[in-house]
């Protein structure tokens, strides 16, 4: 705080106190204020909010020995509001109220603050405001003023055909918020939090060492201001629930293993009118057991006998739609592989990518005698003059 800020304020003002008080009805006064105006018991109620804060900021100066005697003695110096703007005394400054509550813009509040240890005084003194004002009982923080709502991130397994034809799929997201039941406050139904006799209702607890005063989360109330004696059944007293909602997520036709979709805007709903996050869907594909895919093609291996290799055959082949005949023709090796035009992956320009079949010419491990007798004299009659050089380096030795 700056210097100037302490000559333009009347803190003795703020708690509503002589200039004589001692440490103990200063200490009163700001408790009181402190407990009419907690964020918690004026939700949404901007002057109560500020009254709370200039409470806060006065306490934590008259409250500290040393502070308050810096304090007098420069207003005394310098006659209260006759500073000139910009002009500093210097010395005394640990914290500046404008870096404090910079950027706080909320109308409402969060729940208590939370743990931890946050202190006036010295530095950190914003830290009990960014506790108080943030997060908190009910789940629903409530930082400062509207919140993006967070992006939430699925993970969603297609089958083969629905990644390749496109598909609609419901998709079911578990997201924190308030509890039904007890509207957020944790106390079950017919019950109402009390305030906390320790801090009452400020959430804060004030101790004074040595030359600092330390105000910090009340440990009665872990700084909620306000104790809950029998918990909602169904939040356990926690004032937030685990909702389930559920979406229906288009997946284009194509969508790859591992491809990412954004859903702008169906993540979790923002805070105090913020826009909601954002929905990335992670995409799996489950294998298909016949098919796979390069690309906007989609493949298949077909096995065929040697004979229909040797002689073609026209090929009974599914396909994502309907089946398709394609014709192997005579002589065809094992290894090559048809074409069916448009019978793969749609794509958004309307083409489409093509079905390729490998040949996989069978070799039978075992055949009838009828059969051996009829390979055999197919033997006598197909010589392989493709070999024929290997037959020569043979006999070169
Ligand atoms: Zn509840
Ligand atoms: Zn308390």
């Not at 390749?164 to 019950?191: E, F, W, Y």
Request: proline fraction near 6%; charged fraction near 30%; glycine fraction near 16%.
């Amino acid at each position: 705080m700056s210097s100037k800020d302490w000559l333009e304020k009347d803190f003795y003002a703020v708690l509503g106190v002589g200039k004589s008080a001692t440490a103990d009805e200063i200490k009163k006064a700001y408790r009181k204020l402190a407990r009419e105006n907690h964020p918690d018991h004026n939700p949404g109620n901007k002057d109560a909010e500020d009254r709370f804060k200039a409470a806060s900021e006065a306490y934590d100066v008259l409250s500290d020995d040393r502070k308050r005697k810096e304090y007098d003695e420069m207003r005394s110096l310098f006659g209260s509001g006759a500073f000139r703007r910009g002009a500093r005394a210097g010395g005394s400054g640990q914290f500046d109220p404008s870096d404090l509550f910079g950027g706080f813009s909320g109308a409402g509040a969060g729940a208590g603050g939370g743990a931890g240890d946050r202190r006036f005084g010295g530095a950190g003194f914003s830290d009990i405001f960014s506790s108080i004002f943030s997060g908190g009982g009910a789940g629903t923080g409530g930082r400062r003023g509207p919140q993006r709502g967070r992006d939430v991130e699925a993970e969603v397994t297609l089958d083969f055909a629905h990644a390749v034809k496109g598909t609609t799929l419901p998709l079911t997201l578990r997201s924190p918020g308030v509890c039904d039941t007890c509207h957020g406050n944790g106390a079950k139904p017919g019950t109402v939090p009390r305030t906390c006799p320790q801090c009452h209702g400020s959430g804060l607890i004030s101790r004074n060492q040595g030359s600092f005063s330390f105000s910090e989360p009340c440990r009665e109330c872990q700084g909620a201001g306000s104790i809950v004696d029998e918990k909602c059944p169904e939040c356990r007293g926690t004032g937030g629930v685990t909702k389930n909602r559920t979406i229906n997520v288009r997946f284009p036709a194509g969508v790859a293993d591992g491809q990412r979709i954004r859903l702008s805007g169906r993540g979790e709903p923002g805070e105090k009118g913020g826009p909601a996050g954002d929905l990335y869907v992670q995409v799996r594909v489950r294998p298909d057991e016949l098919f796979g895919r390069t690309g906007d093609d989609i493949t298949l291996t077909v096995p065929i006998s040697f004979a229909e290799a040797v002689l073609g055959t026209d090929l009974r082949v599914p396909t994502l739609d309907t089946p398709v005949t394609l014709r192997v023709p005579p002589g065809t090796p094992s290894g090559r592989t048809l074409r069916a035009r448009g019978k793969g992956v749609q794509r958004r320009d309307g083409q489409a990518g093509d079905l390729l079949v490998t040949i996989e010419v069978q070799v039978p491990a075992g055949v009838s005698d009828e059969a051996r007798e009829a390979l055999e004299r197919f033997a006598k009659l197909t010589p392989t003059p493709e070999r024929g050089r290997i037959e020569a380096r043979l006999r070169r030795g």
